[in-house]
């Protein structure tokens, strides 16, 4: 899954809303500014009616030149009877000497003087309130993009300011190792919310040492004292079998007691590896050749590979040093090779593929696919071989969970097949 930091995350949510509402405010901003510059036209053409009717009163109802390219207004006789109300229009006059028109905005408007009726025309230039309108959105836009500007760069910067000491935490809890003997410092923060966080945090991984640590010492000590009276009522059957005056069904019983206790004991150490495994109680690593290292696991299985006649290739073999703990290694390689010889067939076939950052083995079985649910779990066996616990999966990926490596498997043309890939 995809994630996206919560820094990152807020600012995209702040630049959304605040887009949002720019556009809101942007577009209510320009209606109420072309309203308002239309508004103070239709009043400036009223208030220039109103100073053209006061002058020509004073000049005794003379009326003045009547051009538009000699005054921005015209009068023209109508007939006394004519009526009409005051209207406002667009118009285009076209300029003398130029090849252009211009829009203007016109007042028409029936006017009485000297006992006669005109028809009272007077214009302004549209451009004035285009050029206004260009202007102010200009300066808007000109301030809105210097606001984002600056909100972006001061959220960045505060946040991450914001956040450190949140980043701070999270990479001592990277570093913190609860199998580890030094204690979580975190410290105190200034905001109230991170301080209490990181209070918290030492105190749960404080008891979760304590926790492992008392974990730890429960599976060691369970397993020691398992392992005492398993060896001594090993040793004590041991002896009784060997006791002439057993009869053949005592003998019988007494057997199956030996290899009851023995199984036992077995399980005993494989779950204390498993635990041990579990509780990264294996730091110590080294290079490890994994070529060399497959070559001796497959010789302890000579016995099983002659009564079978198993045939065992390995192919484009590579040199690969592994680093990592030896033991869990031959304990990965172990269970996957011996699984491959105990699950194969007579005159089977396994093939090993060692490559640098990779190691295969498939084996030939007459076993159906393992459930992908079924796959690496506890004690589930895919046959009802007693001698097998159905742990071997089970400990193969809890070594590559450890070491952050990959097993895959697959099944085609009665194969199983198990892949490591080595980080």
Not at 62 to 83: E, G, W, Y
Not at 208 to 227: D, M, P, V
Not at 249 to 278: H, P, W, Y
């Amino acid at each position: 899954m995809r994630t996206i930091r919560l820094l990152n995350l807020t600012s995209i949510g702040y630049l959304l809303i605040f887009g949002l509402l720019t556009a809101g405010f942007y577009s209510a901003f320009f209606f109420i500014v072309q309203k308002a510059v239309a508004e103070s036209t239709d009043e400036a053409l009223y208030n220039r009616k109103q100073r053209i009717l006061t002058e020509i009163t004073k000049n005794g109802d003379k009326l003045p030149n009547d051009a538009f390219h000699f005054t921005d207004f015209r009068l023209s006789k109508v007939p006394i009877n004519c009526r009409a109300k005051d209207m406002l229009s667009d118009t285009a006059i076209y300029e003398k000497g130029e090849e252009d028109s211009y829009d203007f905005k016109k007042l028409t408007s029936i006017v009485q003087i000297g006992g006669k009726k005109y028809r009272l025309e007077i214009v302004v230039p549209q451009m004035e309130k285009e050029a206004i309108v260009s202007s102010i959105t200009k300066t808007i836009s000109l301030v809105l993009v210097l606001m984002v500007f600056t909100f972006v760069i001061a959220t960045l910067f505060f946040s991450r300011a914001l956040w450190r000491p949140f980043h701070r935490t999270l990479s001592k809890l990277d570093e913190f190792q609860v199998e580890g003997k030094e204690k979580l410092e975190i410290g105190a923060s200034w905001i109230a919310e991170f301080d209490k966080l990181n209070r918290s945090i030492t105190h749960l991984t404080l008891r979760a040492r304590g926790t492992f640590e008392n974990q730890k010492q429960f599976i060691e000590n369970a397993s020691h004292e398992l392992q005492t009276p398993l060896s001594i009522n090993q040793y004590k059957l041991e002896q009784l079998i060997d006791d002439p005056d057993l009869t053949h069904t005592q003998s019988g019983i007494v057997q199956s007691l030996i290899d009851s206790n023995q199984r036992m004991t077995r399980l005993n150490k494989i779950l204390l590896l498993l635990a041990k495994i579990e509780n990264g109680q294996f730091p110590e690593n080294e290079s490890v050749n994994i070529k060399a290292l497959t070559a001796d696991i497959i010789k302890r299985f000579e016995d099983i590979q002659t009564a079978l006649g198993i045939s065992v290739d390995i192919s484009n073999t590579e040199e690969n040093q592994l680093l990592g703990n030896k033991m869990l290694i031959d304990l990965l390689l172990s269970n996957l090779i011996k699984n491959a010889f105990v699950h194969n067939i007579a005159g089977g076939k396994i093939i090993i593929v060692i490559r640098k950052n990779c190691f295969s083995i498939s084996n030939s079985s007459n076993g159906a696919e393992i459930p992908s649910d079924k796959l690496f779990e506890r004690f589930y066996k895919s046959s009802n071989r007693t001698e097998s616990w159905g742990l071997g999966l089970a400990l193969a990926l809890r070594v590559c969970r450890l070491n952050g490596w990959e097993i895959h498997y697959s099944y085609a043309n009665r194969m199983h097949s198990f892949q490591v890939g080595f980080s």
